[in-house]
């Protein structure tokens, strides 16, 4: 059974950084475009990043591009999401996935076939 299992969160003030792990297991991990998501209390999800299984490509959101850094250490099966410069609007909790299209870098949730349970992310102003 494929597990993700998403930790680093926590409740910081604006500027401040955290890093999010998310740790795979049951997963061909290399073959996959890992993806970072985020749901704010009563909004839809968002996309937040995502990296292709080689590490080499990845995209972001435009509300935190330059921000945000996504990484994955395949021999760890865990990738992260370094967020610097955190704002009160990045508050939210925080999903990893895992998506078999591992040529692309897909936005939508719908391509993405296994979640993690979340870590929330609150940023006090």
């Known amino acids: 059974q494929v597990q993700l299992v998403e930790s680093g969160g926590g409740v910081v003030q604006a500027g401040d950084s955290l890093r999010l792990s998310c740790a795979a297991s049951?997963?061909?991990?290399?073959?996959?475009?890992m993806g970072w998501f985020r749901q704010a209390p009563g909004k839809e999800r968002e996309f937040v990043a995502a990296i292709r299984w080689t590490g080499e490509n990845t995209h972001y959101a435009d509300s935190v591009k330059g921000r945000f850094t996504i990484s994955r250490d395949n021999a760890k099966n865990t990738v992260y999401l370094q967020m610097n410069s955190l704002k009160p609007e990045d508050t939210a909790k925080y999903y990893c996935a895992a998506s078999p299209l591992g040529g692309l870098l897909p936005t939508t949730g719908s391509l993405y076939r296994y979640w993690g349970q979340g870590t929330q992310v609150t940023v006090s102003s």
């Open positions: 049951q997963l061909t991990f290399s073959t996959y475009t």
